[in-house]
Every structure is written in C-alpha cells, then in structure tokens.
C-alpha cells in the first residue's frame, strides 16, 4: 500500500465510526460498477452485517449511498463521501408458508435465493436476465424480466424495512401502508438503506426453454400478441439487420397447463439445434440450458447461469419502456434507424411485463413493452445515439430504465411520471436533509 491510499485509508476510518471496519481496499485500484464503465467518486466502502451497524453508520454519516451488486449502469447509486455495502448480510429471515411470503436480509441475491426457495418447495413470479443481482438494489430500480402476465421484481415486493435519515427503522407493507409503500418500493435509493425486503412466493414449478431463430419483422408486426402470448416468458433478440429477430427465446412453465408445442417452426422461425447465446458470436457455455430440457424455474427464467459471466461483460445497456398498445409501432420507429444503431450495438432485447401500482416504475398502471440496446463499450458513440432513438420514442411517452444509460431530461421526466411530485415528498419526510441524495437523484429526482 502506498502512502495516498494508506493516509486515505486512515483518515476515512478515522471520520466513520468505530463500529464498522473499512473494507481494505486492493492498492491503486478503483470502485468500478460491475460493467467497468463508471469509476465511483469514491472508494470510501464500509460494509455493515447487521440493523445495529447499519444504524450507528447512517446516523454518523451526513451523506452516504448504498451499493448493492454495482450492476447499475448510470450514476444512480455513486457517492462523493461514504458507500455502505450490506452485501454480506445476505440471510434469510424468513419464509412463511401459511402467507407465501419470503423475507431476506438486503445483500442476498437471487442467485443465492433462487435454489434455497426451491429447495423448501418455493419459487418467485419471475427473474432479470441474470440472477447475479441483489434482491433490494433490483427491486429499488423496478428491475424485470418477461412475460406478459409478470410484474416486474418490485411487484412482488410485500414488505420493507428501511434505515431512514434519522437512523430509524421504518416497517412498511403492501397491506397496511397503502400509499406510503407504493412510493417506497422503488425507492432509487432515496428513502434511506432498505435492510430486509419480503417477496411473495407461489409453489415452486418447473420449466422448459425452447430458442427459435430468424422470426421474419413481418411475422412480428402481424401476430405481435400471439407471440407474446405463446410462453410464459418471451423475449426477442435482434440487431435490427435484416428485418427479423435473430432469436426467440421461450420460457414455458411445465406444471400451467400450458404444454408449450415446441413444433420445428414458429412464426416463420427456426427452432434452434443447440444451446445458444443472445449474442450469437459469444459461447452458449454461460446460458441457462436450452433445447426443452426440464428444469427449475430459477435455471429457465435468467438467460445467464449463476457462477458465470452474464452477458457480454464489456458492454453499456439502455432500455425504454413502452406502454404494450405501441410495442409494434416503437419497434418499427427504432428499426427504421438501423443503419445508425446496429454497428455499435452487441444485441437488442424485446420483453413485456405486465402493470403495477409501484409510483416510479415505468410500469405504474401501464402493460409495457421493454426495447432494450447492450452496446458496445464507447459511451462517445452510443451518447450520441440515445438522444435520437429516445426522440423516435417520444410520441410512445418511452420511460428509460433508472439503472441503464438514458440521455432523457429531467423535465421530460417529470411529465412521464404523475407521481413524482408525492414521491418527492415521501423521500423528504425520510429523509429531510438528502443524506441519500446524489448528482443523480439531485438532477433527474429531485430538480436541484
Ligand atoms: C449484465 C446485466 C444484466 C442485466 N439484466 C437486467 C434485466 O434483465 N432486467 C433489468 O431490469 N435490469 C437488468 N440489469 C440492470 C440491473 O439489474 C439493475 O440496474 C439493478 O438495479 C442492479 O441491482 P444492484 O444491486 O446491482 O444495484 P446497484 O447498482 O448496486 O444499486 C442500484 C440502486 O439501488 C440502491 N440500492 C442498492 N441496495 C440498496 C439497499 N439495500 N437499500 C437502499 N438502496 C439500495 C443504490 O443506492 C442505487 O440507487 C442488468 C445489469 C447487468 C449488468
């Protein structure tokens, strides 16, 4: 170690407070989130395992942010002064079958969730492309997947438990906190450390998962609910070249009655003859199993396995929400523009997940359609980019994910969000001094 690190390291250890030790930090390296492309403004990182820690820190801190897995792609969760990581406090609390409720401490991810539930005969409505996730960093920026009868990650959200400002322990619940815990869920970090979340479960089931390649644009534009309608989850590959999805990936629940007919075609499209990657280039060795292979839900539902590297790696993502009603319409607008967005783009995903009542989801009482861009990782490029397909979008009120790039301003935001105003106010009332509050929540939040 250095002298700048050691001095740093001494004199951010000597501001906290005695109860929590300060990760040491590996010489000379930078807080990264997990796609690399956004050095944090700080490597002030203090981990906490406990209520106790996390309130002693909070209420000796005057501005912090939580860090959950860092698989944010935007500045939502960076932090000038001090992040706390709760990351190793990832138990379960609780699993109650009588209300089919489970409840985990805020480090634990789905990976680390998924096969305990299945193990006592549980499982959860749906999951992200990855299971590498946290449950409470997913959930505070309305993380989803497919399926149009799925609600997002959040819309399984049944109870809370936040630190606020004040270092106090708020206990929230769909059931008795109505309005309160509609604006919490996805709070963006805003409302203080969300140290337990409670999900709904349903008995566990099990899964088959089928990839069709080459679905022709026109078979989308003319059977668009058909095919949306055929599995459980959905999702649509393309690189916007040659007016078609390169690849259909169907997820089919094997217990619903809904025996998915895996015919060699559909839709014009053909059904795969082994396991694939959403990046065709890329080895198919870290996706979940394909081909109709029977299994758990929790190794159908994420297109990455566990333990490997999801997606790409070096990439950037964005993604837009648009309400279903123009899910053909916005496609066609994005794809008219092929020739700008395909020569910096890894691939395009196309998924559907159903409303919710959740006051900044991009869902909030409106069925989506979700347009997402992994790009290659040349922010130069793909800044220039965004501000063109987001005006192609516009006319479809287009919401951008919260933890994915997005060049929409502020003002747009307001007006795509009727209940800001309410959430501003619920932030300032657990928080009244922004201890919470970053460049990000300050510009696109909070209108400082
Ligand atoms: C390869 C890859 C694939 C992805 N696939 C999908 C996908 O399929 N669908 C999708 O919707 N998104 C996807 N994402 C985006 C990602 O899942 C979300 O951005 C999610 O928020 C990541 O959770 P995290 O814990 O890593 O959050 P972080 O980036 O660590 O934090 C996100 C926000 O949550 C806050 N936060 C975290 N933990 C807490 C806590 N305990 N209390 C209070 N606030 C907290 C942070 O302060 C910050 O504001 C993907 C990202 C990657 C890198």
């Known amino acids: 170690m250095n002298k700048r690190d050691f001095i740093k390291l001494l004199s951010a250890g000597l501001a906290g407070p005695a109860l929590l030790p300060l990760v040491p930090r590996v010489p000379e390296s930078k807080l990264k989130n997990w796609a690399g492309n956004l050095e944090y403004s700080t490597d ?3 981990e906490a395992q406990s209520l106790e820690e996390v309130q002693s820190f909070v209420r000796n801190q005057v501005r912090l942010k939580v860090l959950g897995t860092r698989h944010c792609f ?7 002064q001090y992040f706390l990581s709760v990351k190793s406090w990832n138990g379960l609390v609780d699993l109650n079958p009588q209300a089919r409720t489970v409840s985990v401490h805020a480090g634990m991810t789905y990976g680390q969730l998924s096969p305990l539930l299945h193990s006592k005969g549980f499982a959860l409505h749906n999951l992200a492309s990855l299971p590498h996730i946290s449950v409470a960093g997913s959930c505070s920026t309305a993380t989803h997947g497919s ?3 799925n609600g997002n990650l959040s819309a399984a959200v049944s109870g809370l438990e936040i630190v606020t400002a004040s270092g106090e322990l708020l206990r929230l619940s769909r ?6 815990f509609s604006g919490a869920v996805v709070g963006l970090g805003a409302l203080g450390v969300v140290t337990s ?17 080459n679905l022709p644009l026109d078979q989308f534009k003319n059977h668009f609910d ?62 979940t199993e394909q081909m109709g292979v029977i299994g758990p839900w929790y190794e159908r539902l994420p ?15 964005s993604e837009y929400f648009v309400p279903r009603e123009h899910a053909v319409d916005a496609v066609l607008a994005v794809q008219r523009l092929h020739d700008l967005v395909s020569p910096h783009l890894l691939i395009s995903e ?19 359609v979700t347009i997402h861009f992994t790009w290659q990782q040349d922010w130069p490029a793909v800044s220039k980019i965004l501000p063109v397909i987001e005006k192609e979008l516009a006319p479809y009120k287009a919401r951008p994910h919260w933890g994915k790039l997005f060049t929409t301003s502020p003002a747009t935001l307001r007006t795509l969000y009727e209940k800001l105003p309410e959430f501003i106010e619920l932030a300032k009332h657990s928080d009244p001094q922004g201890k919470f509050r970053n460049e990000f929540l300050d510009t696109n939040i909070f209108g400082a």
């Open 175 to 180: 059931e008795k906190d109505g309005d309160t």
């Open 74 to 80: 935007n500045d939502i969760a960076d932090s000038k």
């Open 147 to 149: 399926g149009q009868q």
């Open 303 to 317: 297109h990455f396995r566990m333990g490997f590297t999801p997606s790409a790696g070096k990439e950037l993502q």
């Open 350 to 368: 196309l998924r559907t997940v159903a409303a919710d009542n959740l006051w900044l989801s991009p869902c909030y009482k409106q069925p989506c």
């Open 44 to 46: 002030c990182l203090y």
């Open 226 to 287: 058909a095919i949306e309608a055929s599995a459980y989850s959905v999702s649509l590959f393309t690189d916007w070249q040659k007016d078609r999805f390169n690849e259909v990936w169907l997820k089919a629940r094997v217990d619903a009655g809904q025996a998915f007919d895996a015919g060699s075609e559909f839709f014009g499209a053909h059904r795969a003859t082994k396991n694939l990657h959403p990046i065709a280039e890329l080895s198919a060795e870290n996706c």
């Open 197 to 213: 979340v409670t999900l709904d479960v349903q008995p566990t089931f099990l899964m088959r998962q089928y990839v069709y390649e």
